[in-house]
């Protein structure tokens, strides 16, 4: 049996001792798990008692606030103004961003000895100023607050403090501290309420950043969810389903169950969390911090970590170990074998090296080309053949020769020799062997190149190269000679095949110029030939060398009869020819016309003498030192025809919507006067029925005055049998109000209200004939009154203007539209005002002939000269200043008048004035007699 070596011992005992420290690691790591989770547990603990004592301590400040209130109103005897003052004194102690808001509610005959509860709730604002000292305002308490739960409980508690269920009321949710009082005598006096906001409680919940994902849950000891993080999503679904709640307060513990069993089990108490749960001890509320299980997994999955870090370094240890000792004990093994081979090759190696060495010298010495033995400090031996190529005398002269003057500064590629060299060498010493070509240089000053062989020596100490030369003088000289054969051979054969090359195209470009060229010219002729338009082919002086179909059917001509005659002659107008020849002599100088390069419209002649319209486009060329144009034209006659139709057509059509504008605006006109009468009438009926009885007031009034005096003059003759003394004062009263003036003007009054409502009625009369409503009617009526009528409605513009003079004939009923014959009345009336300057007279005259009647009106104005007397009735014409006048209303007056069956004349004189004098036809049937016609 084989004794286990020392390496093999240290690899059994490294393995023992990795087991029994992996053992002790895992143990060890078992108990530090429990440790950190146990830890976690204590902190989670704490923080949420922390939390617990937190709300304990707000409520317990809430509740000092309301207990310090009791001791200040403990002894109140019905002095309000001592209980003020102490209540003053007491809210400068109470925390008013704490709360929301403080009630004080008194027993009866407590505050006030008349048996009635007196109360007073201030909000944060309230109580805010009550403590500046602003006077309270108590109130009268109604009895149902007495009768509430949380003042029972605040009575039975004899100032303990009470906390309520959380409620929601009006907009917000809240809690309420009650703590009763009592009077010196023990007696209970009141209750002390102090309501605090759970929306600011919740607010400081959820914005502590030591929360880190942990939530907070408040419930009260009746189940009611206080606080709570989800608090949105679970009113959202609450209202889903129907209840209708305005804050989770209001969620009952039955909801709060059906909630879990539908859906909200997750929202309320989420899967993943751990829940600690701790009693407030004043309050009594249940608050429950729910912690994420990565809490624990955390510090447990580090531990762990640790654990498999220690077992993976504590086995990577051993099996480094066991690696090192494996890998020590082949090494050793191996070092005993090359030990033993190293010896075996020294031995053969020193033999080989002796045979060399003499097959080297024997070479060395008798080698025909030039052999160099390179050292690290330079040539070391040379054999025969290197001293005679490099025409050195013998090899001591070679040897002590610098290395840089064997070369040229430069090689035949331009790079220097010498760095050039001793980067070859460095390659043979890298490779072990190198074959260059390089140009040396003797020590009589001449070059010559040669091929380099050079082999790395490797020997076992130093560094040596072996270098050998081989003159290649001759060799590049029949390359050389060689090379410029060959160049010779290949520009000769260059040449005759570019020769041949480029007969063969210029044959190949001959004919294809020859077929492109016929192709072309049929092409050409056959575009020419077939083309709509006529194309003219002339020379410098204006003969025609082609003429295409298109010109012999445009012009008449023939191919043969044109060919060889003057364009002139040919083609262009008598009147024009002149012109035509001077610039045709300037083309075939210098190749520049008016017309070349352009497309212009003229006239031209065909052989009939007819002159007709023609696009012309001329383009100039050279041919022969020669100046030719080609003319392409284009009968327009058509087209001009066309044009001529299409303005035509455009200017009937502008015409026609002249007058669609035209009946347009008098239609707008026509429903703008007749919404203004419409307006009017119903201006005039509303007028009408207040000045019905205002006039039936003034007649009542009128008797009842007469009445009033006759009495008076009873009084009066009674007068005589008054006493003195009375006849004295009804004396003096008569002459302080002025008993005579004040019958007279009496009756004086009464005469003109009369003449004022009788003036209002003719007004209004007249409105209403004016406007007519029922403007479509053909009724027979009489011109005079609404002429009257008219006057009455422009009375305002006429009056400062102008005298109106009436000269009426006799008239029949005329059967008409009443309305739109006013409309006439009421423009020409007013355009006779606006013509005077100064003050005139407006002459209106009247007369019937036959089956037609006329009225003029004549005024003293500036009149109207000629040249716009016969536009007047044009629409929108008007000599009047921009922004007065319109040019509609003769435009009106006209259409109205066509209408009608009648016709309007007028006759002006500048400086006189001017009459316009309307015609009528007596009755419809005429009118429409004049249409059909």
């Not at 011992?9 to 490294?14: R, T």
Request: hydrophobic share 40%; proline share 3%; aromatic share 8%.
């Amino acid at each position: 049996m084989n004794k286990p070596s020392r390496l093999q011992l240290a690899s059994w005992v490294s393995i023992g001792a990795g087991c029994v420290l992996s053992g002790l690691i895992w143990f060890y790591h078992q108990s530090a798990v429990q440790s950190a989770e146990d830890d976690v547990t204590v902190d989670e603990r704490h923080l949420a008692s922390v939390y617990t004592e937190d709300l304990d301590l707000r409520l317990e400040q809430v509740s000092q606030q309301a207990e310090l209130l009791t001791h200040v109103l403990g002894d109140v005897r019905g002095d309000t103004a001592q209980l003020e003052t102490r209540l003053v004194q007491a809210l400068q102690g109470v925390d008013a961003s704490r709360i929301y808001g403080l009630g004080v509610w008194f027993e009866p005959s407590v505050f006030q000895p008349d048996g009635k509860r007196f109360q007073r709730f201030m909000a944060q604002p309230e109580v805010e100023a009550a403590a500046h000292g602003i006077k309270v305002e108590w109130l009268h308490a109604q009895d149902d607050f007495y009768q509430s739960a949380w003042y029972g409980a605040a009575v039975r508690a004899k100032g303990e403090a009470v906390y309520t269920e959380p409620y929601f009321d009006v907009s917000e949710a809240y809690i309420t501290v009650a703590r009763s009082f009592q009077t010196q005598e023990g007696k209970l006096a009141g209750v002390v309420t102090v309501d605090m906001l759970l929306p600011q409680l919740r607010q400081l919940l959820t914005a502590d950043p030591a929360l880190k994902g942990r939530w907070l849950i408040v419930r009260s000891p009746g189940g009611a969810l206080i606080h709570h993080p989800r608090h949105a999503e679970i009113l959202q679904i609450a209202n889903q389903a129907g209840w209708r709640i305005n804050d989770m307060v209001e969620l009952q513990p039955a909801q709060l169950q059906s909630l879990a069993r539908h859906g909200g089990g997750q929202l309320l108490h989420p899967s993943g969390y751990r829940y600690i749960d701790f009693t407030m001890r004043n309050a009594g509320w249940k608050v429950t911090l729910a912690v994420p299980e990565t809490e624990w997994a955390v510090p447990a999955r580090k531990v762990r970590q640790d654990h498999l870090i220690s077992q993976i370094v504590l086995w990577a240890a051993v099996l480094s170990l066991l690696f090192f000792f494996r890998v020590q004990a082949r090494r050793q093994r191996q070092l005993e074998r090359e030990k033993a081979e190293a010896e075996e090759q020294r031995a053969a190696a020193q033999m080989e090296i002796w045979q060399m060495a003499e097959r080297f010298e024997m070479l060395f010495l008798t080698n025909l080309d030039g052999v160099f033995l390179l050292e690290e400090h330079g040539m070391s031996e040379v054999n025969r053949a290197a001293i005679g190529m490099l025409g050195a005398s013998d090899s001591s002269t070679l040897l002590n020769t610098p290395p840089r003057s064997l070369f040229p500064r430069k090689q035949p590629d331009g790079q220097r020799s010498w760095p050039t060299f001793l980067r070859h060498l460095r390659q043979a010493a890298q490779r072990g062997n190198h074959r260059f070509e390089f140009e040396f240089k003797r020590l009589d000053g001449s070059l010559f190149p040669a091929e380099v062989v050079v082999n790395n020596m490797h020997l076992e100490h130093g560094f040596m190269l072996q270098m050998m030369l081989r003159d290649i003088s001759e060799r590049k000289a029949a390359e050389r000679e060689a090379e410029l054969q060959r160049e010779e051979e290949r520009r000769l054969i260059e040449e005759l095949q570019q020769t041949q090359g480029s007969l063969l195209r210029e044959a190949a470009e001959r004919q294809e110029a020859e077929e492109s060229l016929r192709d072309s010219e049929a092409m050409l002729s056959s575009m020419i030939q077939t083309a709509n338009d006529a194309i003219i082919m002339i020379t410098g002086e204006g003969y025609v060398e082609l003429w295409n179909k298109a010109a012999t059917h445009m012009f008449g001509y023939a191919q043969e009869e044109a060919l060889g005659q003057h364009i002139h002659t040919l083609i262009t107008p008598e009147r024009y020819r002149a012109t035509g020849n001077a610039a045709m002599m300037r083309f075939a100088q210098t190749g520049v016309g008016a017309v070349v390069g352009k497309t212009i419209e003229i006239e031209a002649t065909d052989k009939t003498g007819r002159e007709f319209p023609v696009e012309l486009s001329i383009t100039a060329f050279q041919r022969h030192d020669a100046w030719h144009a080609v003319a392409m034209i284009r009968d327009i006659e058509e087209r001009k025809v066309a044009e001529q139709r299409l303005l035509e057509e455009k200017a009937a059509q502008q015409k026609l919507i002249d007058q669609l504008e035209q009946a347009q605006n008098q239609l707008l006109q026509s429903e703008k006067m007749a919404a203004i009468g419409q307006l009017a009438a119903g201006v005039a009926h509303e007028i009408n029925n207040p000045t019905g009885f205002v006039a039936s007031n003034l007649n009542s009034l009128g008797k009842y005055l007469n009445d009033l005096t006759g009495l008076n003059q009873i009084y009066l003759n009674a007068e005589g049998e008054l006493s003195e003394a009375t006849r004295g004062e009804v004396a003096r009263y008569k002459k302080q109000i002025d008993y005579d003036f004040l019958l007279e003007d009496t009756t004086a009054l009464l005469t003109e209200s009369r003449d004022g409502i009788d003036r209002v009625k003719r007004i209004v009369q007249d409105l209403k004939d004016f406007s007519h409503v029922d403007e479509g009617e053909w009724l027979l009526v009489d011109l005079h009154k609404g002429l009257d009528s008219t006057l009455n409605v422009v009375r305002n513009e006429i009056k400062y203007k102008a005298d109106v003079v009436k000269e009426y004939g006799e008239l029949p009923t005329v059967e008409t539209i009443p309305s739109q014959l006013n409309q006439v009345f009421l423009n020409i009336l007013v355009n006779a005002a606006q013509a005077i300057d100064g003050f005139g007279a407006i002459t209106l005259r009247s007369g019937a002939a036959e089956d037609r009647v006329w009225i003029s009106i004549q005024d003293t104005g500036k009149g109207i000269n000629p040249e716009n007397l016969k536009r007047i009735f044009d629409p929108f014409f008007t000599t009047k200043p921009v922004g007065q006048g319109t040019g509609l209303g003769l435009s009106l007056v006209f259409g109205i008048m066509k209408k009608l069956g009648g016709y309007i004349t007028v006759s002006s004189e500048v400086g006189v004035g001017t009459c316009f004098t309307i015609h009528l036809p007596v009755r419809r049937g005429e009118v429409l007699v004049a249409a059909e016609a």
